[in-house]
């Protein structure tokens, strides 16, 4: 549980050895710049290194003639050694090459699909036996191409007496006749409002010669072609890829390199003829970092703890044991720690772990959930599956204290008798005896988590010297003891009979603790040592924090009663596998067989996603709330793979 060390590195040299040290320090991989500015009360005589970069075009019209050719940029390749006016003629000639047979695909593709356009509309009109090239040039008569629907098609009766209202349907479909009406120049536009209140839909045609089934055949042999031709210019097009692709990634790779690396220049300052870069590095990585600027002459760098500079905030690196890294995925999520928080990353795999098992508990499920997760993570690197391994794991120890195999509840009964000389498992979930125990023993869980929190946030403020927060707040040593106190008072009052809750008591442990928690902002400065302690409006300040106050002691409540959900599972597991026995009883032994299976998918699928995310819930709103911030910057060194 801990951010791991960093170290602030500044170097200073001539600003011919710029290139330099940046190649150095992104080779090393282990450095991150920062805006050398920033560490600087006066920096009116220093000035930003603000260039354009002479490599971004190159690689910009380099990765677009690689899209052009559909390449692709996910391999892992060395960088180039050629010279840079080799590479340079490499991308004019490549990207000469790959615009010329993008632009012949481009043009066979929009030539097909106009082929394919064409084809559909005359498809429409086969079975008309006419010259369309002789009607569409016809000086006497107008000619509508189009679909008219099939109910307004019958409607054409209506309109017997006008000989000119005459629709010949060609093709057919579901809704629509698709075909052509004639009308005379004189009477065009009357036909067309006749044709309009129908609901005909004209459609224009392109001119051709012949019948309709002659110009689609025609068509057709012209798109065969037009497809044939653009089948060759990919093919060339991916010959041409795969006999460059090496070279070319090599001096994409030669290009990015080269580009990250001069845009690390912005970071620097510059003053008259020499330059300061400053960044951080991994307090274990020092050694390899001296020794990459070691090998640079006529520069000077000095290597200082992050914790002595009180200006800036470190960048932020997780370094956790092996069984808790997997759980780094949900503090990344919430937002990594600050540099001089903590990490709560092993908090967060214990509690979590331990809640899941205990609102999951069925020993063949369990099992399944932690094959499932093995398997997610083995096979697809999926992060969630190396979580739901131990959490599979500790659903089967809990399936074994509460003695249910896949819903079934006594089947480990001769175990229990044997190991224990019980008749039965010793605790029976749905018995209302029992749960009772499990809701008082869900309260107890939240009690104690929420105190923990407490603990961790006072070893958090006090690590962070934020006093206010470690000794006089809700979550510090003033809240501790005053949750714990009424913990104290009424467990022992209502669990052993013994009332401890007399006068003293409640004033020393209860009611002054809450005083100071009215009062931390301006105690809190006072124990800082800033002298403006005091509020600026009393009156103000007693009002605003009266109903802060109110509102904290509501959170006590709430977050304690927010554990009940995990009694609730306890019982809503039980419960519903209840459920599919109850729905499989009623089919004979096979049916049985297949109900059971598929309910226990089912109920494994949706209380495992739903446990999953009500633990989540307790740990970001009801522990996270209390002691954590998560406002760090990740850690993301500059790094170069391979030498020039």
């Known amino acids: 549980m801990a951010v791991a060390k960093m170290r602030l590195v500044s170097v200073i040299g001539q600003m011919a050895s710029l290139d330099k040290v940046v190649y150095a320090c992104g080779k ?11 560490f600087f009360s006066d920096t009116s005589d220093f000035m930003t290194i603000k260039e354009e970069n002479p490599y971004s075009v190159p690689l910009s ?5 690689i899209a052009r050719v559909q390449g692709d940029l996910s391999g ?8 840079m006016d080799d590479m340079a003629a490499y991308v004019e000639e490549f990207t000469a090459k790959a615009a010329e047979m993008s632009k012949r695909r481009s043009e066979l593709t929009t030539k097909a699909e106009a082929q394919n356009r064409d084809i559909e509309q005359f498809e429409h009109f086969r079975g008309l036996n006419i010259d369309l090239d002789s009607i569409i040039h016809c000086e006497t008569i107008k000619v509508r191409f189009g679909r008219l629907p099939k109910d307004s098609f019958e409607k054409l009766n209506a309109y017997s007496q006008n000989p000119y209202v005459l629709f010949f349907p060609g093709a057919s479909d579901a809704e629509y006749y698709w075909g052509v009406y ?13 044709f309009s209140s129908l609901y005909f839909e004209r459609l224009r045609i392109p001119s051709a010669v012949g019948t309709p089934e002659e110009i689609v055949g025609k068509l057709r042999t012209e798109l065969n072609a037009t497809n044939a031709a653009l089948d060759q210019v990919k093919k060339e097009i991916a010959d041409y890829w795969a006999k460059e692709k090496n070279l070319c990634l090599q001096v994409h790779a030669r290009y990015k390199q080269l580009a990250t690396l001069f845009g690390v220049r912005q970071y620097a300052a510059r003053y008259n003829d020499k330059f300061i870069l400053a960044g951080w590095i991994p307090a274990r990585e020092e050694k390899k970092f001296q020794t990459a600027l070691d090998a640079i002459d006529a520069i000077e760098y000095s290597i200082e703890s992050a914790e002595g500079d009180t200006h800036h905030t470190p960048p932020v690196t997780l370094r956790n044991a092996r069984t808790f890294r997997p759980f780094e995925y949900f503090v990344d999520m919430y937002g990594l720690p600050r540099y001089n928080e903590i990490d709560p990353t092993a ?7 331990l809640l899941f098992g205990i609102m999951f508990g069925d020993l063949g499920q369990g099992i399944l959930v932690a094959v499932i997760g093995w398997a997610m993570w ?23 204290v509460y003695g249910s195999v896949f819903g079934f509840e006594h089947v480990l009964d001769p175990m229990y008798k044997a190991l224990f000389g019980l008749e039965e498992k010793p605790i029976e979930v749905m018995n209302s ?36 927060s470690a000794v006089f707040g809700p979550n510090g040593i003033a809240g501790l003891v005053f949750y714990g106190s009424l913990v104290l008072g009424f467990g022992c009052q209502l669990l052993f009979d013994v009332h401890v809750l007399n006068l003293p008591y409640v004033l020393l442990l209860i009611v002054l603790p809450l005083v100071v928690i009215f009062f931390r902002e301006p105690l809190g400065k006072l124990m800082a040592g800033e002298k403006n302690w005091k509020p600026e409006k009393w009156g103000e300040f007693i009002i605003q924090n009266f109903f802060e106050e109110f509102e904290i002691l509501l959170s006590y409540v709430s977050n304690t009663m927010s554990f009940l959900r995990v009694a609730a599972f306890v019982l809503v597991h039980a419960g519903m596998m209840m459920a599919v026995f109850a729905i499989a009883e009623l089919f004979g032994p096979l049916g049985f067989t297949i109900a059971v299976i598929i309910g226990n998918a089912l109920v494994m699928g949706m209380e495992a996603l739903l446990v999953s995310i009500q633990v989540m819930r307790l740990e970001f709103y009801e522990m996270f709330s209390r002691y954590y911030v998560g406002d760090g910057r990740a850690f993301q060194p500059l790094s170069v793979s391979a030498d020039k």
């Open 28 to 38: 090393s991989g282990v450095f991150q710049p920062d805006d050398a500015m920033t």
């Open 61 to 65: 019209t380099l990765e677009s003639a």
């Open 76 to 83: 892992r390749v060395a960088p180039s050694t050629m010279e």
């Open 182 to 194: 004639f009308a005379p120049l004189e009477m065009a536009s009357d036909i067309d409002r006749i």
């Open 347 to 353: 908090f967060v795999a214990i509690t979590f772990t």
């Open 378 to 400: 083995h096979f697809k690197q999926m992060p969630i599956g190396r979580i739901l391994l131990p959490c599979g794991i500790s659903s089967a120890v809990f399936g074994l």
């Open 433 to 468: 005896a029992m749960a009772t125990n499990i809701i008082l023993f869900a309260v107890v869980i939240g009690l104690t988590l929420i105190m923990l929190a407490m603990m961790l946030n006072i070893y958090s403020g006090f690590k962070q010297r934020n006093y206010e």
